[in-house]
């Protein structure tokens, strides 16, 4: 495909959307899928060609629209009206009253405080949000290479390969200060600078990968690939221009089935069009992608264990004194970004570095390090009413997220702590909220950013319960090369189930601290040196509750079941039975009408009893 056939494209797309009155996007992300916006995209489409009105609506399956809490989700353009929570035997009034007679369906709305928001722009969950890597989320069909050359797709590609020298690329990136958004915060530029200088002295021939093996909660890459994977595929071309690679690969763990059957799906009509391949816009550039699926190890997310991974081997780690920039995939130079990364890459391109300096904080003119430039993808999870996927400037406040975008917590429930950026990642009180978006000011808080996955947590978490079961997932996730990662996280584990218990003793928090320097200062790899973060974290801002468990034997949220007994409140029972029906253990008796009583030493403490009560008649001791 030459540039003129791209411009045609373009413009026929953009010429044909306009003959119709209203385009309703149809949310089909993975949480809307689950909930049965396929279904709907079906059945829409048949209520417009039952009213014979396909030539004035058009329906389009669009990407994770990040609401994901009010799925599934319709928005109808150019209006921008929301519809939440919408069902089959919604579409028919989203038709008929909205469509033709121009009246919202009400009921469907977004409501705040009881008011109801119709315009997307103006619910705050979207009001805070600046999209530049999900920048195309509500505007096109992922599995449709028009829909992604009709918004200017793959222009910027042309631009930079007819009309820039490679060192020209990697230098705007550096001055645009971009950071790699995996989680380390690696100046994206001076990872592609260090690759060319590695070329040149070793002669061999680099690679580009893309690393889409995401374990975190929130999946932000996945939604990525699922939205708008021609971004990335565009973005990839970029950065293999400006390091003068031809071959890339993208490394997708197998439990993504959608990001992978639609980035497949994107490779091969990018190939058809002859937008990957040889010679592409008739230049002397070549490049191809392939599609590497991984068997879904944590660990193979880091770096040299994703290149081991990527060679078929299992997914181990490597010193890090040889730099994958160096010697990496096939022992080649490799370039290695994240999804976000390298979506970010064409918008950056096409308005310049200054542009994206701009967006975010610091002064990166002299030192690309020195700043947090652009913007980050966040999942905000938990105890939030607004759960869901957003893109916000780096330099917004954890506070504004949860609050401002997230909604804040239900009635009733207190903001504790909030746990940032994954398994590795770290614990934050709520009065560290007003901490913004930083790669460097929350590593000092002993939180960092990572991935960027957040998970509000109320007042009923347990800190030794949650670093409990951090640990634990990172034991067995562990690959068990080096000895501190292999051997602390179980020293670890043991500790703190004994504190859980209430069999902890004094000495036991030092040496849970002694063990964390440790792996952080001796393991091989970044998951090995990060497995304690969540830990370290949690105990310098929540020591007291470690220390209630071990000295009084008691857990203050309710939560570690060898700590707590489960008791019917005579006064407000009132021999309803539903207790008894749901008890698994058949441990709850009484008379009909009258109060009942718990065995005790039947209780498996379970929960469920007071889950069910209606009358607030079983407390936790």
């Not at 979506?343 to 308005?351: C, D, N, S, V």
Request: proline share 5%; hydrophobic share 35%.
């Amino acid at each position: 495909m030459n540039i003129e056939e791209l411009r045609k494209t373009r413009d026929e797309i953009g010429k044909r959307r306009e003959r119709y009155d209203a385009i309703l996007m149809v949310c089909t992300g993975t949480t809307c899928q689950a909930r049965g916006s396929l279904a709907l995209v079906d059945r829409l489409e048949n209520e417009l060609i039952k009213r014979d009105l396909t030539d004035r609506f058009l329906v389009v399956p669009t990407g994770c629209l990040g609401l994901c809490s009010e799925g599934p989700l319709i928005l109808v353009q150019p209006e921008g009206i929301l519809y939440t929570g919408v069902s089959e035997d919604d579409l028919a009034d989203i038709v008929k009253q909205h469509l033709l007679q121009n009246n919202f369906v009400d009921r469907l709305l977004y409501r705040l405080e009881g008011k109801a928001i119709a315009n997307m722009k103006e619910i705050p969950f979207y009001a805070g949000q600046q999209l530049l890597s999900l920048r195309h989320r509500s505007t096109l069909n992922p599995e449709k290479i028009d829909d992604y050359i009709g918004a200017n797709g793959y222009q910027t590609c042309y631009e930079v390969i007819t009309g820039m020298e490679p060192t020209e690329v990697v230098d705007t990136v550096v001055r645009s200060g971009l950071r790699g958004r995996g989680g380390g915060g690696y100046p994206t530029g001076l990872k592609w600078r260090a690759c060319r200088e590695a070329v040149e002295k070793t002669g061999n021939h680099p690679v580009v990968v893309c690393n889409a093996d995401e374990g975190d909660p929130g999946f932000m890459d996945q939604a990525i690939l699922a939205a708008d994977p021609h971004s990335v595929i565009e973005g990839m071309m970029i950065e293999a221009f400006a390091v003068g690679a031809k071959e890339g690969y993208v490394f997708v763990r197998k439990e993504h089935p959608l990001a992978l059957r639609r980035l497949s799906k994107a490779i091969e009509q990018a190939r058809r069009k002859k937008l990957l391949g040889v010679a592409i816009f008739g230049t002397d550039f070549s490049f191809d992608i392939n599609v590497h699926r991984g068997a879904g190890a944590y660990v193979s997310g880091e770096s040299s264990a994703l290149m081991q991974a990527l060679t078929g081997r299992p997914g181990e780690p490597e010193a890090k004194y040889v730099h994958t920039t160096e010697r990496g995939f096939r022992n080649m130079p490799t370039v290695l970004n994240n999804v976000e990364t390298i979506a970010l890459l064409p918008a950056i391109l096409e308005k310049g570095p200054v542009w994206f300096s701009s967006i975010g904080t610091g002064d990166v003119s002299k030192d690309p390090w020195n700043g947090n430039t652009g913007t980050k993808l966040v999942s905000l999870t938990g105890a939030v009413k607004n759960a869901g996927l957003l893109e916000v400037p780096m330099g917004t406040t954890l506070r504004e997220i949860v609050f401002d975008l997230g909604g804040g917590l239900p009635e009733g429930s207190e903001l504790k702590a909030v746990q940032l950026g994954g398994p590795t990642g770290g614990i934050l009180p709520e009065s560290q909220l007003d901490l913004p978006l930083e790669f460097d000011a929350l590593s000092e808080a002993d939180c960092p950013l990572g991935s960027g996955s957040m998970i509000a947590l109320d007042e009923t978490t347990c800190m030794v319960q949650l670093a409990k079961f951090m640990v634990g997932f990172l034991k067995e996730e562990s690959c068990g090369k080096c000895t501190p990662c292999r051997e602390g996280l179980v020293a670890m584990d043991v500790l703190l189930r004994k504190i859980a218990s209430g069999e902890g003793e004094k000495g036991d928090l030092d040496l849970i601290t002694e063990y964390g320097q440790t792996m952080t200062e001796a393991s091989l790899c970044d998951l090995g040196r990060s497995a304690a973060t969540p830990v370290v974290s949690t105990l310098r801002y929540f020591r007291d509750e470690f220390e209630i468990h071990i000295k009084d034997g008691k857990c203050s949220a309710g939560k570690c079941r060898d700590l707590i007994s489960y008791n019917i409140i005579a006064d407000n029972c009132t021999g309803c039975t539903v207790c008894v029906e749901a008890c698994p253990e058949n441990v709850i008796s009484g008379e009909p009408g009258k109060p009942h009583v718990i065995d005790q030493d039947g209780c498996t403490r379970c929960g469920i009893c007071r889950e069910v009560c209606r009358f607030d008649a079983v407390e936790v001791r």
